[in-house]
């Protein structure tokens, strides 16, 4: 264990590190310190161990909202639905973790090895992680300005993204019956009215809640919510 909020080597190549890649120099280093911590490498600040979950939690916020911002300006004629699934690409676990494998952000986690065989979920919780420490140390414009501008252009061909098909409820679907779960998508509520309404689903596994999702379409909020199921499923996948 380490100690976070402390001047430390970690600490000081961590600021290059991100300079170099991303071209800024973090203001609150302790905020991107906390980023790369894994919880299997809980770091100890004030007496309280801590990991980089509560980041994770406000990254995916934040890149949610950035990219949905992105597709609603750059796809004007495309409807909800068809943006909630392209959305779905994008911050899909599988291209975060190819994301930063490529900005080699991967090498700056802070992770126990036996957690990294078999189950790369790691380094896309890392880069929301990230983003959650950019948005309180920097602010949304910042954020989204340092995803379009400088990860979108160099990193991800956004228009082949989209074009692939990625459709997590059949994914989801099939692993549960390969895997002998039962499986539901439950309503738990409709927010707003008309234009407006929004639909919240939860992907129920063996009656346990695993993901939810909301959007303006029944299917985009299923396609959410099995997103972030399939997303903790891999997550919970025992090291080979």
């Avoid at 203001?27 to 980089?52: C, P, Q, T, W």
């Avoid at 129920?204 to 379409?217: V, W």
Wanted: net charge positive.
């Amino acid at each position: 264990m380490f100690f976070l909020g402390k001047k430390n080597k970690y600490a000081s190549n961590l600021r290059k590190s991100i300079k170099n890649i991303f071209g800024f120099m973090p203001g609150n280093i302790f905020l991107y310190e906390l980023a790369f911590v894994h919880k299997s490498a809980r770091a100890e600040m004030d007496g309280h161990e801590v990991s980089n979950e509560r980041l994770e939690y406000l990254g995916d916020a934040v890149l949610d909202l950035i990219v949905a911002e992105y597709l609603f300006k750059k796809y004007p004629l495309v409807d909800e639905g068809e943006l909630t699934e392209m959305r779905a690409k994008i911050v899909s676990r599988k291209t975060l973790n190819r994301l930063s494998e490529n900005l080699g952000i991967d090498g700056l986690i802070q992770i126990k090895k036996a957690y990294t065989n078999g189950n790369k979920s790691y380094k896309g919780n890392a880069l929301e992680a990230f983003f959650g420490a950019v948005f309180l140390d920097k602010g949304y414009l910042f954020a989204k300005k340092l995803l379009v501008e400088k990860i979108f252009s160099r990193h991800i061909d956004v228009d082949h993204l989209l074009q692939t098909e990625i459709n997590f409820k059949s994914k989801l679907i099939e692993w549960c019956q390969k895997e002998k779960h039962d499986l539901d998508f439950e309503q738990i509520d409709i927010i707003g009215t008309g234009r407006r309404k929004q639909y919240f689903i939860e992907a129920r596994i063996d009656n346990e809640c695993m993901g939810r999702g909301i959007d303006f379409s029944i299917k985009g909020a299923e396609q959410v919510a099995a997103e972030k199921a399939m997303s903790k499923i891999l997550a919970m996948q025992p090291s080979e």
